[in-house]
């Protein structure tokens, strides 16, 4: 059961991560196409949108990155141990 689990841990953070990616160019491009039709403008704003949702999901994966990093040093030291693997003098 608790290889399911794990593994389900897994599953949870991979889907977050698809998650991340792909909801920044579906909003985006939702509020481009709405925009376009509500001011009547041209094909141009689709492209600062996407532009967006570029720099929007290279965020959402760098701090997803982050934590996920920030939580593997935490669980992989030791009591006892510094973050940097050395161990406390006694």
Known sequence: ?????????YFGLGLQLVFAVALPFGI???AAGFLKEKFRLDDWIF???I???LF???????AFAKNIL???SKNNTVKGENPDGQRDKE
């Open 1 to 9: 059961m608790e290889k399911f689990i794990s593994s389900m841990k």
């Open 28 to 30: 985006c491009i939702f």
């Open 47 to 49: 492209l600062i949108f």
């Open 51 to 53: 532009l967006l949702a």
């Open 56 to 62: 929007w999901a290279a965020a959402d994966v760098f």
């Open 70 to 72: 920030k939580d593997i």
